[in-house]
């Protein structure tokens, strides 16, 4: 029993994590999933022959479900990106932690190209409205108030002038500091920030809010596997 009762406190927590109906779960995922791969491998590093052999049992099981890059939802990888204490550092260290180099490379590049695809759909919603009440401003003004021809620069190139995007900006800033005991409101942080990062604010709270878990947290484990079974939303 004393072999099981370290692995069963591991799910029970992780479990009670990212159950809650209450508040967002969905940038908790994969770092409890990334905490779980951790604190396996520690485990089969035990001095304890016991402890060892069980977590040696159990890292098969790990990467049975999580070892396939290509099974993983990377939505709930960018779901952690979008977490600012975690942002990408974060994810790609434990991407690097996980898995072999040639796959941890391939998945952190898949990653930032996901990232980045809906990130310039919502950027281009984004872009249009504003273009649109630009062009209106332009259109109203007098030329003789445009002595060096800035406005008609920018009405006809479309040009702006924040050559760094809003997600480039948000991930090289630091990362929210990160409190053991007080958890941060992802989706109040992005409300706070919506003025400096609109864009990304839209984005995050249509991806943050997804639902990851269907089953109650009293229902999670697998008996028979003695295993965490959460079951993802794809």
Not at 57 to 65: A, F, L, S, W
Not at 127 to 133: A, D, L, P
Not at 207 to 216: E, H, K, Q
């Amino acid at each position: 029993m004393r072999y099981v009762l370290p692995f069963l406190k591991m799910f029970y927590d992780s479990t009670m994590r990212i159950s809650g109906s209450s508040y967002v779960t969905s940038h908790m995922y994969m770092k409890e999933v990334f905490g779980i791969g951790k604190k396996i491998r520690q485990y089969s590093e035990s001095s304890d022959v016991g402890i060892r052999l069980m977590a040696m049992r159990m890292k098969g099981k790990y990467y049975k479900y999580w070892g396939n890059p290509n099974g993983i939802n990377i939505l709930l990888l960018i779901a952690g990106v979008l977490d600012p204490r975690s942002k990408l550092d974060f994810v790609n260290y434990f991407i690097d932690y996980i898995f072999e180099p040639s796959i941890a490379s391939e998945l952190k590049s898949t990653l930032l190209s996901s990232l980045k695809t809906p990130y310039d759909q919502y950027q281009g919603v984004e872009e249009g409205s504003q273009n649109s009440q630009q062009e209106s401003q332009l259109d109203d003004e007098d030329e003789d108030n445009d002595p060096q021809g800035m406005s008609f620069y920018l009405r006809a190139t479309g040009r702006r002038f924040d050559y760094i995007s809003e997600l480039d900006k948000y991930l090289r800033e630091d990362p929210e500091p990160y409190t053991k005991s007080v958890e941060l409101d992802v989706l109040h942080w992005w409300k706070v920030n919506s003025t400096r990062f609109p864009i990304l604010a839209n984005m995050a709270q249509e991806v943050l809010i997804i639902l990851i878990s269907t089953v109650a947290s009293e229902c999670a484990f697998s008996t028979e596997e003695g295993w965490l079974i959460l079951i993802v939303v794809a």
